[in-house]
């Protein structure tokens, strides 16, 4: 079992810049590929990004592509988010979640879930 927690949310103007943090315990964590999903008011929970165990293979949401992006760093057990050029659309909860499986696909089961982040985007 992995506990995650995430930090670095907040508030910040359209186009700027913001790193979120996913700090891990437990042993499973090398292990697992990591994901971060968001939620929104009012929306069902996306998929953001996701990270397979050795940091190797990325993947994203076509909303987040190009600005968004994803790293860990297995001797810190720690995965960021790295998000540039902010939107509005961008403003929700973001969840750091470990998979239990080493790489990503569309059908990954998370089994473990962080309390989550407000990120907040001005316009």
């Known amino acids: 079992q992995v506990q995650l927690v995430e930090s670095g949310g907040g508030l910040v103007q359209a186009g700027g810049s913001l790193r979120l943090s996913c700090a891990a315990s437990?042993?499973?964590?090398?292990?697992?590929?990591i994901g971060w999903f968001r939620q929104a008011t009012g929306k069902e929970r996306e998929f953001v990004a996701a990270?397979?165990?050795?940091?190797?293979?990325?993947s994203y949401a076509d909303s987040v592509k190009g600005r968004f992006t994803i790293s860990r760093d297995n001797a810190k057990n720690t995965v960021y988010l790295q998000m540039n050029r902010l939107k509005v659309e961008d403003t929700a909860v973001y969840y750091c979640?470990?998979?239990?499986?080493?790489?990503?696909?569309?059908?990954?089961?998370?089994?473990?879930w962080g309390q989550g982040t407000q990120v907040t985007v001005s316009s």
């Open positions: 990270i397979s165990w050795s940091g190797n293979g990325q």
């Open positions: 979640a470990a998979a239990r499986g080493l790489y990503y696909n569309p059908g990954t089961d998370f089994s473990s």
């Open positions: 437990g042993r499973t964590f090398f292990s697992s590929a």
